[in-house]
């Protein structure tokens, strides 16, 4: 028996300046999230990180959006960050590049054969996801660069162990995790235990959900292990309420022999509402039903 408590926080007053002490290998939104607010506060404030800061790259990210807005935060080697108060955002026009976190997913469909070009991308981008350019072709995939765009060409050719470290991508680990799958050789997904706390214990789902398929994989507490092959099965999974799970077993079933069936296929709105029309686009099949 077990007994489920739920609190009741409730919110009040203004947020002051001072000195903020945050955790960094939690959440980097916690961080760019108080990079927003403290500008425009009276006083000066300090953001002080107390643990390994992760996910750099949205930190850098942030710091450069904000300094196009007219928005100074002083970088102390990512153990402080300094804001002064009384900062002004003042108006400009600016260009909004393509987020490699949901084009990581087409990029990797693309080393596994197919045919698609991903645009608007900034292969000079702060984003920490760019590094799926660098995972692909460490696999021995290909990239092609046009003008604004970047296509994932296959196959994956390195068959050598490889170690892939995700403490500064962490949301690449689901289409990682399928592009080990299917590559021959054992891939090593590491420094991962923060999937522990994304949407879904995401270690835990890619594990239960891949292996569902037939791939083999092991789920370690902080890591994943992965024997490639070249195909899987196919099979019934539950997405677990994750949106990028859902990306990642519905890109998995390109390279199976039967059909993949996705309970909570839904929870890819959370951040990518047009997924499935994408997915149909670019030459996918899918048949909804209502699976109980």
Known sequence: KFSLVLSILTLCGNLTPGKYKIRGDVSSQFITGLMFALPLLGGDSRIVITTPLESKGYIDLTISALKDCSITIENKNYKEFFIKGGQRYRPTDYYVEGDFSQSAFWLGAGALGADIICENINNKTFQGDKAILEIISNMGGSLEYGENSIAGKGPLIVYDEITIDVSQCPDLAPVIAVLGSLRKGRTKIVNAKRLRLKESDRLKALSEGLGKIGAKIEEL???L???GQETLEGGIVDSNGDHRIVMALAIASMRCKNPVIIKNSDAVNKSYPGF?????????????????
């Not at 499935?276 to 109980?292: P, S, T």
């Open 221 to 223: 507490p902080d890591s």
């Open 225 to 227: 292990v992965i024997e």
């Open 276 to 292: 499935w029309n994408d997915f149909v686009k670019l030459g996918g099949e899918i048949f909804e039903f209502d699976y109980r």
